[in-house]
């Protein structure tokens, strides 16, 4: 999967559901995607944030784009999380989690390494355990395959059985094809997930901090086994 600057809970789902995750970095950045950015819940509503990067392409691999150390719109981003959960009931445990990672811009980082940070920092408070790889730094050699090619390659290298992929790759990724290759391919579904925000009406898919912001480790640790195998 592509690193995404602190990813939904189904992200963390399949982190969790698998003995190995592989950061895919060396892959096309994507605007408009989640890499660089999310939605957390401002005065009831979702907002985004942006972390700001420096010439941004689509011709650019992930790792190759670097944050903009701009302070003012790092410590706005900071704010307005601030702003938005101090009263939430987890506010005091997370909000430094978050503030450590942002905290890193200051120093020469890529947007693939500040993603990977966020994810790992969660799992971290979380006691996720899994085996964790970058496939520029793992796997260049694969770089010339095609995407699926190069997925089955990766997990061969591995000596895999077994790829799990989200739910949206079902209509990607066919089951036979990968059989035939020698591996079993799954695909996560995330089962629905509520819970206490502000108000009652409540905002789905928001990035992790939104849930860690309303919820007990031991509650967040059960959500993220919340999903299915299929």
């Known amino acids: 999967m592509q690193p995404y600057i602190f990813p939904y809970i189904g992200y963390f789902q399949l982190i969790n559901a698998v003995d190995k995750f592989v950061f895919y970095d060396d892959v096309k950045f994507i605007k408009k995607g989640f890499i660089n950015r999310n939605y957390v819940l401002v005065n009831n509503s979702k907002k985004m944030f942006t972390v700001p990067c420096n010439k ?5 691999n992930i790792s190759e784009i670097f944050v903009q150390p701009e302070p003012k719109r790092i410590n706005k981003i900071l704010s307005m999380i601030e702003h938005s959960y101090k009263k939430a009931p987890y506010y005091p445990k997370i909000f430094p989690i978050i503030e450590s990672v942002f905290l890193k811009i200051g120093q020469s980082i ?37 995407k699926i090619e190069r997925i089955i390659k990766i997990a061969s ?16 990724y066919d089951k036979e094809y990968f059989f035939s290759e020698g591996i079993k391919l799954n695909f996560l579904k995330t089962n629905k997930i509520i819970y206490k925000q502000f108000e009652d009406n409540f905002h789905p898919l928001l990035s992790i901090i939104d849930v860690l912001m309303f919820n007990s480790k031991e509650e967040v640790k059960k959500m993220v086994n919340n999903y299915q195998i299929i």
């Open 56 to 60: 941004i392409s689509q011709n650019k």
């Open 110 to 146: 890529t947007i693939s390494r500040l993603a990977i940070l966020s994810i790992k920092e969660v799992c971290d408070y979380l006691k996720i355990n899994c085996c964790f790889e970058v496939s520029s730094e793992f796997y260049p050699e694969t770089k010339n395959k095609g």
């Open 157 to 172: 290298l591995n000596h895999a059985i077994t790829y799990i992929n989200m739910i949206g790759g079902k209509d990607i």
